[in-house]
Each structure stands twice: as C-alpha cells, then as structure tokens.
C-alpha cells in the first residue's frame, strides 16, 4: 500500500511539468522559423522599400523582367526609363529589381 501511495504522488507533480514539455517543441519551432523565415523577410523589405526611396533621374536599372534602362522620370506609382536611344518605357516602380554595376544601358 505504501508502494502504490508514494507512485501516486510521484505521478501527479509530474502531470504539471509534462503541459510544458508538450509545448516546448511548437515554441521551438516558432523561434526557428521566426528567426529563419520571418525576420529575414522583414529585413530585406524594409532594404528594398529604401531602395525605392532613393530612386532618382540618372540612375541606371534594371527590372524584374529583365530590361536595362536609364530613369528619365519618376512619379509616385511608375517611371519611365531609356532602354535604347529616343525609346522610352513606362513601368511600374515595383518592377525595379536593382541598380546596375556599371554602364549596361
């Protein structure tokens, strides 16, 4: 009888502790991929939002489909960009993908 009290009691105050070992590995898992996933994102986002900002005339780049230009104009929503002599573009801001190494245009 002694035997089966003191296994009892043993049980019991592990019943507690096994709630937050249950959870532990989705807190894991969340750190993981926040640290991984979510905050990678975040931080090329805000990157490529400063990006945009400091676009201006001059700069030369290139767009997510791939055509190399000069910018001539810039309004909130587009800009126009040279991609050959007297041809002119219009595309959307968020096509921008990157400025260009050296003079391609």
Known sequence: MDLAYAMGSQGGGGGQAGGLYTFLPLILLFAVFYFLLIRPQQKRAKQHKTFMENLK????????????????????????????????????????????KGEQA
């Open 57 to 100: 005339k001059g700069d030369t780049v290139i767009t997510s489909g791939g055509l190399y230009g000069k910018i001539t104009g810039i309004t909130d929503e587009a800009i126009t960009m040279e991609i050959a002599e007297k041809v002119r573009v219009k595309v959307s801001k968020s096509a921008v993908a990157d400025y260009v």
